[in-house]
């Protein structure tokens, strides 16, 4: 079964910091690129950042550059969301999602196939 859980949420202060994990299974991770996006109310899906399958090449969105790091480790079936300096606006709902391609990854929601059930990072004071 093609499963994606994603772990490591919760609430934090401004400036703190997670890592969201996203677990892979029935899968080989070494052959899919990883997205996280995330959505927050009222708002639309939000695409934040991918890591490719060929070389690990990493892409993010303006908004959480510097501040967010992704890295896999494909021994342990696991993409990891680094997120440091955090702020109220990266309150949302983030998730997972695998895409079977070779190459550059894309933050493009319609590219993934398969989708984690999601984990609420709050940052609030």
């Known amino acids: 079964q093609v499963q994606l859980v994603e772990s490591g949420g919760g609430l934090v202060q401004p400036g703190g910091s997670l890592r969201l994990s996203c677990t892979t299974s029935?899968?080989?991770?070494?052959?899919?690129?990883i997205g996280w996006f995330r959505q927050a109310p009222g708002r639309e899906r939000e695409g934040i950042s991918c890591?490719?399958?060929?070389?690990?090449?990493?892409y993010y969105a303006d908004s959480v550059k510097g501040r967010f790091t992704i890295s896999r480790d494909n021994a342990k079936n696991t993409v990891y969301l680094q997120m440091n300096s955090l702020k109220p606006e990266d309150t949302a709902v983030y998730y997972c999602?695998?895409?079977?391609?070779?190459?550059?990854?894309?933050?493009?929601?319609?590219?993934?196939?398969?989708w984690g059930q999601g984990t609420q990072v709050t940052v609030s004071s």
């Open positions: 999602a695998a895409d079977a391609r070779w190459g550059v990854c894309l933050v493009v929601a319609g590219e993934y196939s398969v």
């Open positions: 029935g899968f080989l991770l070494d052959y899919h690129a």
């Open positions: 890591i490719s399958s060929s070389d690990d090449s990493t």
